[in-house]
């Protein structure tokens, strides 16, 4: 496919690594120099140096015969002038990134009015990551699948856990809960676990099964499920402003801290049922006299990857039961594994992956279209939603123990009207089914494609 991405920051660049890794011809359009450099040496793609809202710029990075524009400027308005010039030279398809608060409610207007065929925001799937994250305090990733039917959760395995130390085709003889372990990494080595597999304290585990098993499960592991009812913000972002509408819909108490008066302001506005606290949210006596780590979450989301690693650290230290943290830059994740921060957010990341899911159904409209995607483990396990169509005929109605799957691949769940279905060997794929892979073979674009040729 021909994609042409106008806007190389955070976002835009990482949207161009994953897509030039599944082999599209990419061009990507900033109006800066420098900001392009690191692209055209880094990535094989195309550059193009020019503002992307202009019909002459867009002209010559192809758009006439592009299969899709992604505008993810710094800008709204930009991203919204782009997508609508695109579509009447004659892109197939548009993406723009959206980010201002005021137009959370007019999504489907501006998909309407302008053409677009997708809005993204990161800063609200960030938000509502988190707030998924601390419904399952247990856990240090929670990815829904079946419009959230289902979820596939991560999780480190403690020594007091009773799976530690014990073959899952032992553990799982006791049939606590309908639950299937799909990913881990053991050891540096990331694996698909089957019977024999024993895990180890340390290990980051994923499991994946309808909500209230996924509950049964963590419980009989021994893990606690009470609920966060109190949560510190470090930061008045609009990640934080987009997280605290959603920790309203569970009545959790928020408090937030932030050091530039005016963003005081419009929080307070904005979030009337917030506690709002102006000032350094580093400081040792603003933590003990607001109370900033009396609570059972702390959340860093400042524009700094050190302070929010950083603060994070000394949260976990004082004590707080689950500590999240933003971070974008991927040269300090090792060293964030090694500190015993479990969750951590990248709000790039994960709008990548939402645009390599679109990406990958754009690919394949005719076959089981890819609905959603998640990488897990540092990115080399994916775990993608397929919905099942007619074309899939070689797959339906045969019992999964007489379908050769490539190596590398599990059939994790299955989502079938409202029922939820962990697979055996004599379950049987239907049209109109969801299906959970989780495979270490990555540009998986087809469910047929993860039989062996």
Same mark, same amino acid.
């Given at each position: 496919?021909?994609?042409?991405?106008?806007?190389?920051?955070?976002?835009?660049? =990482?949207?161009?690594?994953?897509? %030039?890794?599944?082999?599209?011809?990419?061009?990507?359009?900033?109006? %800066?120099?420098?900001?392009?450099?690191?692209?055209?040496?880094?990535?094989?793609?195309?550059?193009?140096?020019?503002? *992307?809202?202009?019909?002459?710029?867009?002209?010559?990075?192809?758009?006439?015969? %592009?299969?899709?524009?992604?505008?993810?400027?710094?800008?709204?308005?930009?991203?919204?002038?782009?997508?609508?010039?695109? &579509?009447?030279?004659?892109?197939?398809?548009?993406?723009?990134?959206?980010?201002?608060?005021?137009?959370?409610?007019?999504? #489907?207007?501006?998909?309407?009015?302008?053409?677009?065929?997708?809005?993204?925001?990161?800063?609200?799937?960030?938000?509502?990551?988190?707030?998924?994250?601390?419904?399952?305090?247990?856990?240090?990733?929670?990815?829904?699948?079946?419009? $959230?039917?289902? #979820?596939?959760?991560?999780?480190?395995?403690?020594? &007091?856990?009773?799976?530690?130390?014990?073959?899952?085709?032992?553990?799982?003889?006791?049939?606590? /809960?309908?639950?299937?372990?799909?990913? =881990?990494?053991?050891?540096?080595?990331?694996?698909?676990?089957? $019977?024999?597999?024993?895990?180890?304290?340390?290990?980051?585990?994923?499991?994946?099964? =309808?909500?209230?098993?996924?509950?049964?499960?963590?419980?009989?592991?021994?893990?606690?499920?009470?609920?966060?009812?109190?949560?510190?913000?470090?930061?008045?972002?609009?990640? %934080?402003?987009?997280?605290?509408?959603?920790?309203?819909?569970?009545?959790?108490?928020?408090?937030?801290?932030?050091?530039?008066?005016?963003?005081?302001?419009?929080?307070?506005?904005?979030?009337?049922?917030?506690?709002?606290?102006?000032?350094? $949210?580093?400081?040792?006596?603003?933590?003990?006299?607001?109370?900033?780590?009396?609570?059972?979450?702390?959340?860093?989301?400042?524009?700094?990857?050190?302070?929010?690693?950083?603060? /994070?650290?000394?949260?976990?230290?004082?004590?707080?039961?689950?500590?999240?943290?933003?971070?974008?830059?991927?040269?300090?994740?090792?060293?964030?594994?090694?500190?015993?921060?479990?969750?951590?957010?990248?709000?790039?990341?994960?709008?990548?992956?939402?645009?390599?899911?679109?990406?990958? =159904?754009?690919?394949?409209?005719?076959?089981?279209?890819?609905?959603?995607?998640?990488?897990?483990?540092?990115?080399?396990?994916?775990?993608?939603?397929?919905?099942?169509?007619? &074309?899939?005929?070689?797959?339906?109605?045969?019992?999964?123990?007489?379908?050769?799957?490539?190596?590398?691949?599990?059939?994790? /769940?299955?989502?079938?009207?409202?029922?939820?279905?962990?697979?055996?060997?004599?379950?049987?794929?239907?049209?109109?089914?969801?299906?959970?892979?989780?495979?270490?073979?990555? *540009?998986?674009?087809?469910?047929?494609?993860?039989?062996?040729?």
């Amino acid at each position: 496919m021909k994609i042409i991405i106008v806007g190389n920051g955070k976002v835009g660049y =990482a949207i161009a690594s994953q897509l %030039a890794m599944e082999d599209h011809d990419v061009v990507m359009v900033d109006a %800066a120099a420098s900001a392009l450099q690191k692209a055209d040496s880094a990535l094989d793609i195309m550059c193009v140096e020019g503002n *992307g809202a202009s019909i002459s710029v867009l002209k010559s990075a192809g758009v006439a015969d %592009a299969d899709l524009v992604i505008a993810v400027t710094n800008g709204d308005e930009t991203n919204l002038v782009c997508c609508l010039i695109a &579509k009447k030279l004659g892109a197939k398809h548009t993406i723009a990134r959206v980010r201002n608060t005021d137009y959370r409610r007019d999504a #489907d207007m501006l998909k309407r009015e302008i053409g677009l065929d997708m809005v993204i925001n990161p800063d609200l799937a960030a938000a509502r990551e988190i707030a998924r994250i601390l419904s399952f305090p247990a856990a240090f990733s929670v990815e829904p699948f079946a419009r $959230g039917r289902i #979820d596939m959760i991560g999780f480190l395995v403690s020594s &007091k856990d009773a799976l530690a130390g014990v073959p899952l085709s032992e553990f799982n003889s006791k049939r606590i /809960a309908e639950v299937l372990f799909c990913a =881990a990494e053991h050891d540096g080595e990331y694996v698909i676990p089957d $019977g024999h597999f024993v895990p180890q304290p340390g290990d980051r585990m994923y499991m994946v099964g =309808a909500k209230h098993e996924v509950r049964k499960m963590l419980k009989g592991m021994g893990r606690p499920l009470q609920k966060v009812k109190d949560v510190s913000i470090l930061g008045g972002s609009r990640i %934080a402003m987009y997280l605290t509408w959603e920790l309203r819909r569970i009545n959790a108490g928020v408090r937030i801290v932030e050091m530039q008066h005016e963003d005081c302001l419009i929080l307070a506005d904005e979030l009337p049922g917030a506690m709002i606290i102006e000032g350094d $949210g580093t400081d040792r006596e603003l933590i003990q006299s607001e109370g900033i780590f009396d609570v059972d979450a702390f959340v860093a989301l400042t524009g700094r990857d050190e302070e929010n690693l950083l603060m /994070a650290l000394t949260a976990q230290h004082a004590g707080v039961p689950k500590v999240v943290a933003k971070m974008n830059r991927p040269n300090y994740m090792e060293l964030v594994h090694d500190t015993g921060i479990d969750s951590i957010i990248s709000p790039k990341n994960i709008v990548a992956n939402q645009i390599t899911s679109y990406v990958r =159904a754009l690919a394949n409209s005719e076959g089981s279209a890819v609905e959603s995607l998640y990488r897990l483990l540092d990115g080399s396990v994916e775990a993608l939603e397929f919905s099942v169509t007619g &074309k899939s005929r070689e797959m339906l109605h045969i019992p999964l123990k007489d379908l050769k799957l490539r190596k590398g691949v599990l059939l994790a /769940a299955i989502v079938r009207d409202n029922e939820t279905i962990i697979p055996g060997g004599m379950t049987c794929i239907e049209e109109g089914d969801h299906v959970v892979v989780v495979t270490r073979i990555t *540009g998986l674009d087809d469910l047929t494609d993860i039989l062996a040729k």
